[in-house]
Every structure is written in structure tokens, then in C-alpha cells.
């Protein structure tokens, strides 16, 4: 059979309210043209992120019943260490109550002012607590990266001649570690080979840097090397994670991703001591190291949801999910970034709406078009997210696990193309009221009015 269908069926369901283009214009104008402002019951098809909105299974519903709450030495604690043992191989686990937990401890413990901390591309809120502690967060993705409509297989890459300039030009001893993020969320969802991944760790390691892993979609990522990469064609997805992990010193983690877990996240490190300075750390502020920030019911199942997420039928339907989605549209002329990424598809805003120049926000202009005209709500990633860092002016849809049917990604389609065929009445969007932090939480904007200048 050709036919690539969700490899489950639907136990329980949850309505979808549909609005009509009045509403969702009067909403837009409350929540200032930012889709953050908009309330969810408001929304007919989610596609802001993938993380903490996946569908759990029975499976892991039946592990909620089975959390094991006691303050130390959980069941459930020592369920989740055994799956997570057995999957990664690091000594050491600490669980978290999400990614940027693990990255905030294993920073303050890691990094001062001075370091550089090198990473194909850093996740913001990695950049972020790498920044807090003093130190930098340099990026180096493959030169090729940055052409959006080149199709490569392993976009995601680390520039390994870059880092070995980078570790002559700073010095091994200002560089605590070095990281790749697997699959490369900011560069697009695009994938790291194994090879890439051996090669950066044999550099790190040869001069003695940590080396770690963003793991939060390592399933995925592990997927797109069976698929991609010469002599993983028969190998199980979990094996293929498990050679990944054997290049670390240790990871951080989001459960929110590919555990299916609504919460939940770890810090993992081979080195003891490491691990000492950061459950002390751990304890703090998040919790007596069997529970980290979590429920046990949560540890569990993120225990469940990691054995689930390496299911090749799963796989196989998830990537080919997101690649439906992306070929429907570039085929239709939407250009996105090349090739389809794992959890997301990434409209190319700058070179659709060309009409609207940076300053005006191509991006989010496209996305509030989106809402008005079919409810749909995603994310831009672009001069509005990042201002004048920005490289590219894109439109992220990130598609949640488990969530959403074919009908409704065809639903996505149409009004995509519908939007693309008038495209030129897009106007572009002005800063109204802004706050210094994070602007595209909370700013809000108007349409730039017919006539203004550019
Ligand atoms: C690559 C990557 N790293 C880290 C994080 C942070 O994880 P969390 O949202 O659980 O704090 C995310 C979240 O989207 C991510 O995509």
C-alpha cells in the first residue's frame, strides 16, 4: 500500500469552534495584530509550536494513573531513568520541568564571562541562558544553510571547518562545550547526519571540549538519517538515537517535543562531578533530583512517550506528514524553506510578499492573513521575532504530534493558496506599543496605512 496513514485512531476528541471573518477581524484588532494575544478558543488550527501539544496515548494516560507521587524515589522516577538509561547511555539524568530548565542549570554550572559556546544553531531560549551567564553563543551552520530554497539532506549541519577556526581563534580553554541541536529548530527543522555529528564530537573531544547534544528531536532527526544517510536503511530508529547519543558527554532535553509529554524536560552528563554541581543547582529551584520540577504522573509519561516516539510506523507518518504539507504548497508556488523540515514547514515570507519590505514585517503580516482569512494561527520568525539579527523573514508552521488529520493539513493547504493568489493585497504591519523583552509576546501593531512610505 501506498498510502501512508496516522498510525492511530481517536479515543477522545475536542471540539473545534469555528469563527467567522468578522470575529476574528474584531480579534485581531484587540490582541494589536499579535497572535500570541489571541485567546486559543479562539483559533480553528493551532500551528503556533509543536512543543507541550502533542495527544498522549492510552498508554501514556495509563501512566498518569500510575505516577508514583512520593517526594523521593519515585516509581516513576526510576521508570523514567531506565528508559532514559537505556535510550541515551549518560550516567547521570536529572529531570526538569522543561528544556530551558536544564539549559539554565547546565550553563550557570558550565560558562562565565569570556566563553564562547558554539552550536550548528542555537535555540533562543538556549542562546538566551548562555547569555545570562556572560559568556557567547555563536552559530555555525553550514554556509549552505542560509539559501532557503536550496534542497539539501542534512541542512542542519555544523560548519566543521568554522569550529575548528573558532577553537584556534578563541582557544579550547574559553570553550566549555560545544553543542548541536538535533533536528535544528531555528535553521528550519533540518536534520544533522550522523557523520556531522561524529565529526563535531571528534573535533570537541580531540581538544578537550564537552560535547552535548539539544536533543528535543532526536527521534526525528534519527529518522531523516535512516531514510537519508548510506547504511541506516535497516536499522531500528531507536538504534540509530543510541549511536547519536554514543557521540555526547551528555544533553539537554525537552520533553514537550518528541516525549508527546505536555510538560517535562532533562539535563543528562557522563561527568560526575558535573552532575553533583548541577543537582545542587537542581535542588533550588527545581525540586529534589527523583522529581525535578515534575509531577510523578508527568515522569511517567515522558517515560512512555520516549519509547512510543521511536515506533517506525510513527515516524515514517510524521515526517511524511510535514513533507505533505510543504510539497503541497511549494508545488502550488509557496515558496518555503527547502527541503520540508520534521516538525515544521517554513514559508519563505520575504520572497512571497516582496511587496513589504522588512521594516514592515513580511512574516507576521502573512501570518495575521492567515488567522483573518481561515483561523489558522502560526508563528513569524523574522525581523518582527529577532529585529535587525534577523536573516530571513519566514513564517513557521509547526505542526503538533498526533493532533491534527490529513483533512485538516488540506484545509491548511487551500487557505494557503487561496492567501497566495491575492497576495499583493497583503498590507504590511507597524509597531504601535512595544516592550523592551521579547516584543513579539507582547507588542502590538496596526496595518501600515495605504500610501506610506517604505
Ligand atoms: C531546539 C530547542 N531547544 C530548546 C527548547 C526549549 O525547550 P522548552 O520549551 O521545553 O523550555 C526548544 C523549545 O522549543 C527547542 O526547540
Request: proline share 4%; hydrophobic share 40%; net charge neutral.
Given at each position: 500500500?501506498?498510502?501512508?496513514?496516522?498510525?492511530?485512531?481517536?479515543?477522545s476528541v475536542e471540539p473545534l469552534r469555528h469563527t467567522t471573518l468578522e470575529q476574528r477581524e474584531g480579534f485581531l484588532r484587540e490582541a494589536g495584530y499579535n497572535l500570541f494575544g489571541i485567546r486559543a478558543r479562539n483559533i480553528l488550527i493551532d500551528l503556533l509550536t509543536d512543543s507541550g501539544t502533542s495527544a498522549m496515548s492510552t498508554e501514556q494516560w495509563?501512566?498518569?494513573?500510575?505516577?508514583?507521587?512520593?517526594?523521593?524515589?519515585?516509581?516513576?522516577?526510576?521508570?523514567?531513568?531506565?528508559?532514559?538509561?537505556?535510550?541515551?547511555?549518560?550516567?547521570?539524568?536529572?529531570?526538569?520541568?522543561?528544556?530551558?530548565?536544564?539549559?539554565?542549570?547546565?550553563?550557570?554550572?558550565?560558562?562565565?564571562?569570556?566563553?564562547?559556546?558554539?552550536?550548528?544553531?542555537?535555540?533562543?531560549?538556549?542562546?538566551?541562558?548562555?547569555?545570562?551567564?556572560?559568556?557567547?553563543?555563536?552559530?555555525?551552520?553550514?554556509?549552505?544553510?542560509?539559501?532557503?530554497?536550496?534542497?539539501?539532506?542534512?541542512?542542519?549541519?555544523?560548519?566543521?571547518?568554522?569550529?575548528?577556526?573558532?577553537?584556534?581563534?578563541?582557544?579550547?580553554?574559553?570553550?566549555?562545550?560545544?553543542?548541536?541541536?538535533?533536528?535544528?529548530?531555528?535553521?528550519?527543522?533540518?536534520?544533522?547526519?550522523?557523520?556531522?555529528?561524529?565529526?563535531?564530537?571528534?573535533?570537541?573531544?580531540?581538544?578537550?571540549?564537552?560535547?552535548?547534544?539539544?536533543?528535543?528531536?532526536?527521534?526525528?532527526?534519527?529518522?531523516?538519517?535512516?531514510?537519508?544517510?548510506?547504511?541506516?536503511?535497516?536499522?531500528?530508529?531507536?538504534?540509530?538515537?543510541?549511536?547519536?547519543?554514543?557521540?555526547?558527554?551528555?544533553?539537554?532535553?525537552?520533553?514537550?517535543?518528541?516525549?508527546?509529554?505536555?510538560?517535562?524536560?532533562?539535563?543528562?552528563?557522563?561527568?560526575?562531578?558535573?552532575?553533583?554541581?548541577?543537582?545542587?543547582?537542581?535542588?533550588?529551584?527545581?525540586?529534589?533530583?527523583?522529581?525535578?520540577?515534575?509531577?510523578?504522573?508527568?515522569?511517567?509519561?515522558?517515560?512512555?512517550?520516549?519509547?512510543?516516539?521511536?515506533?517506525?510506523?510513527?515516524?515514517?507518518?510524521?515526517?511524511?506528514?510535514?513533507?505533505?504539507?510543504?510539497?503541497?504548497?511549494?508545488?502550488?508556488g509557496v515558496p518555503i524553506v527547502e527541503p520540508p523540515g520534521g516538525h515544521a514547514i517554513y514559508i519563505d515570507a520575504g520572497r512571497m510578499l516582496t511587496h513589504i519590505p522588512p521594516s514592515q514585517f513580511p512574516g507576521q503580516a502573512l501570518a495575521v492573513e492567515l488567522y483573518r482569512h481561515a483561523g489558522i494561527r502560526s508563528v513569524e520568525i523574522g525581523?518582527?521575532?529577532?529585529?535587525?539579527?534577523?536573516?530571513?523573514?519566514?513564517?513557521?508552521?509547526?505542526?503538533?504530534?498526533?493532533?491534527?488529520?490529513?483533512?485538516?493539513?488540506?484545509?491548511?493547504?487551500?487557505?494557503?493558496?487561496?492567501?497566495?493568489?491575492?497576495?499583493?493585497?497583503?498590507?504590511?504591519?507597524?509597531?504601535?506599543?512595544?516592550?523592551?523583552?521579547?516584543?513579539?509576546?507582547?507588542?502590538?501593531?496596526?496595518?501600515?496605512?495605504?500610501?506610506?512610505?517604505?
Open positions: 500500500m501506498q498510502t501512508i496513514i496516522e498510525p492511530f485512531r481517536i479515543k495509563a501512566s498518569l494513573m500510575r505516577g508514583d507521587e512520593s517526594y523521593a524515589g519515585s516509581d516513576s522516577f526510576y521508570r523514567l531513568r531506565r528508559v532514559a538509561d537505556d535510550l541515551t547511555g549518560f550516567r547521570h539524568m536529572l529531570p526538569t520541568h522543561q528544556g530551558r530548565a536544564a539549559e539554565r542549570i547546565l550553563f550557570t554550572v558550565l560558562c562565565k564571562p569570556g566563553h564562547v559556546v558554539p552550536s550548528n544553531t542555537h535555540f533562543d531560549t538556549t542562546r538566551a541562558n548562555i547569555e545570562f551567564t556572560g559568556a557567547k553563543a555563536v552559530d555555525l551552520p553550514i554556509p549552505e544553510a542560509a539559501d532557503t530554497q536550496l534542497r539539501l539532506d542534512f541542512k542542519g549541519n555544523m560548519d566543521v571547518t568554522a569550529l575548528e577556526a573558532l577553537i584556534a581563534r578563541e582557544g579550547a580553554a574559553h570553550i566549555p562545550l560545544v553543542m548541536l541541536t538535533v533536528t535544528n529548530n531555528s535553521g528550519g527543522g533540518q536534520p544533522v547526519s550522523m557523520a556531522n555529528i561524529e565529526a563535531v564530537s571528534r573535533l570537541s573531544r580531540g581538544h578537550g571540549i564537552t560535547f552535548y547534544l539539544d536533543a528535543c528531536r532526536f527521534a526525528e532527526n534519527a529518522w531523516f538519517i535512516r531514510e537519508r544517510e548510506p547504511g541506516y536503511a535497516d536499522w531500528a530508529p531507536k538504534r540509530i538515537a543510541q549511536k547519536m547519543f554514543s557521540f555526547a558527554d551528555g544533553c539537554t532535553f525537552s520533553a514537550k517535543k518528541d516525549a508527546f509529554a505536555n510538560i517535562g524536560g532533562f539535563l543528562s552528563t557522563n561527568d560526575d562531578r558535573l552532575a553533583l554541581l548541577e543537582n545542587n543547582l537542581l535542588i533550588l529551584t527545581e525540586g529534589f533530583p527523583t522529581y525535578g520540577g515534575l509531577a510523578g504522573r508527568d515522569l511517567d509519561a515522558i517515560a512512555t512517550g520516549l519509547e512510543e516516539v521511536l515506533e517506525p510506523d510513527y515516524l515514517r507518518y510524521r515526517i511524511a506528514s510535514t513533507g505533505y504539507l510543504g510539497r503541497h504548497i511549494a508545488d502550488h525581523s518582527f521575532m529577532f529585529g535587525d539579527a534577523a536573516q530571513h523573514e519566514l513564517l513557521r508552521l509547526a505542526i503538533p504530534r498526533r493532533v491534527y488529520t490529513q483533512s485538516h493539513i488540506d484545509y491548511v493547504v487551500e487557505a494557503i493558496l487561496e492567501v497566495n493568489a491575492r497576495k499583493s493585497a497583503i498590507r504590511g504591519l507597524e509597531i504601535v506599543e512595544e516592550q523592551p523583552f521579547l516584543r513579539h509576546f507582547t507588542a502590538r501593531l496596526r496595518p501600515v496605512t495605504a500610501g506610506a512610505t517604505r
